[in-house]
């Protein structure tokens, strides 16, 4: 069974920072593409960013490029989010999910078949 458990949210102030952790079982990081979503309240599960099973390539949205770092350890079989210099904005539950990845160009997607729960991130100003 595939699964995806986030740990490692909370509350910070702006301009801090968060590790977010996802560790994953029942599959390795070779089988499918994985990347974080996140939801902030009234609005949309928007893409943050994505590592490619391919050639570990990593993918960001524009807001959070230069911010926040994707990573990845096969060993012990865990995703994880560095986010620093963080905003009020980037306020949202967090979701780690594997799935396939499609590029084109500049545009990337990561269509997840497995999320995780999710992780509540608060900045407070």
């Known amino acids: 069974e595939v699964q995806l458990v986030e740990s490692g949210g909370g509350l910070v102030q702006v301009g801090g920072s968060l590790r977010l952790s996802c560790t994953v079982s029942g599959f390795t990081f070779g089988d499918y593409d994985v990347g974080w979503f996140r939801q902030a309240p009234g609005k949309e599960r928007e893409k943050i960013s994505c590592?490619?099973?391919?050639?570990?390539?990593?993918y960001y949205v524009d807001s959070v490029k230069g911010r926040f770092t994707t990573s990845s350890d096969n060993a012990k079989k865990t995703l994880y989010l560095q986010m620093d210099s963080l905003k009020v904005e980037d306020t949202a539950v967090y979701f780690c999910a594997a799935g396939s990845l499609s590029t084109f160009a500049r545009f990337w997607h990561l269509e997840a078949s497995h999320w995780g729960q999710g992780t509540q991130v608060t900045v407070s100003s």
């Open positions: 590592i490619s099973r391919r050639d570990g390539t990593t």
